[in-house]
């Protein structure tokens, strides 16, 4: 059973945006806090959805927002979109709250809410989450998020009362992977809300789909390395304290995202990429 659980901790990530966005610069380690917002959707408007969803990087990029985002796009499970930023505190993500609001910038909520209510119809429905990071159980160099295209999210959702226990299993892993030379690092998120809990979020992210590869070679070298005390406690949490657990992998839309000019600047081609040319007339 504690293979099942190491396979699935060996291949995750983390994520964008944070309160270096303030500066102007890409985030260089995992942010205290992470905000998601999940939306579901509906089967073939996936096209149009992207479409309306790239307003919100130029209202932001227009109102000269400092509060950076992701966009991932789903390529397992249900069709979705998950939109991530990091924040140094409540405090900033309060600040964010305020810029959007009507009083502060008419314009930029005037067009927020115009884009929410086109988008209403692609979708069947939304959850927003927030998370705070549990660095101590995070593995691994906090990778160039720029150059990454692809996510690994896996979540985990425990029974009350047995958040040591996935602690311990995920710091068991940790030491498994340091000691083997695991070369896939991955960040760590506990939700505090939006969701019943306890639930954890794991996220990995790779430059090319190429590298999940390596990420599995990886988990199978852990897992091989993994001690018989190790063992016993990834078992104990994967017998006793998961209700279940999930992956899924997504794309990075840099259309649909909102980054630094640094990113844009080094990859404009994937981080601003060109619209395509409206159809002529026909006849013409």
């Known amino acids: 059973m504690h293979k099942t659980l190491c396979r699935t901790l060996s291949l995750v990530f983390l994520l964008a945006g ?21 939306e ?7 096209a149009e959805h992207a479409k309306i969803e790239v307003g919100w990087p130029a209202a932001y990029e227009k109102a000269k927002s400092p509060y950076y985002y992701l966009a991932l796009i789903s390529m397992t499970g249900p069709e979705e979109a998950w939109y991530l930023s990091g924040f140094d505190s409540h405090a900033a993500i309060g ?91 991955y960040r760590v998120w506990e939700i505090i809300a939006g969701v019943p809990g306890p639930t954890y979020l794991i996220f990995s992210s790779v430059a090319s789909y190429a590298e999940f590869d390596q990420a599995m070679a990886d988990g199978d070298k852990t897992i091989a390395g993994v001690s018989a005390d190790e063992g016993a406690t ?29 990113w844009r600047a080094q990859y404009p081609a994937f981080w601003m990429p060109k619209k395509p040319a409206a159809p002529k007339p026909t006849g013409q």
């Open 95 to 185: 600040d964010s709250f305020k810029r959007e609001d009507a009083n502060t910038d008419p314009v930029l909520a005037a067009e927020l809410a115009r884009l929410s209510r086109v988008d209403a119809d692609m979708l069947n429905g939304i959850r927003r989450m927030q998370a705070r990071a549990l660095k101590e159980l995070s593995y691994g160099t906090y990778p160039d998020l720029a150059k990454h295209r692809f996510f690994e999210i896996t979540t985990f959702r425990v029974r009350p009362g047995h958040e040591p226990q996935f602690e311990a299993a995920a710091k068991a892993y940790g030491a498994a992977a340091r000691r083997t030379g695991a070369t896939s690092g």
């Open 40 to 46: 579901e959707v509906k089967p073939g408007r996936a």
């Open 234 to 262: 990834l078992q104990k949490l994967m017998l006793e304290g998961v209700v279940n657990s999930e992956s899924q992998r997504f794309r990075v839309d840099g259309g649909q995202s909102y980054v630094a000019p640094e």
């Open 18 to 38: 944070s309160d270096a966005a303030l500066a102007q610069t890409p985030p260089a380690a995992q942010p205290n806090l992470l905000t998601i917002t999940r």
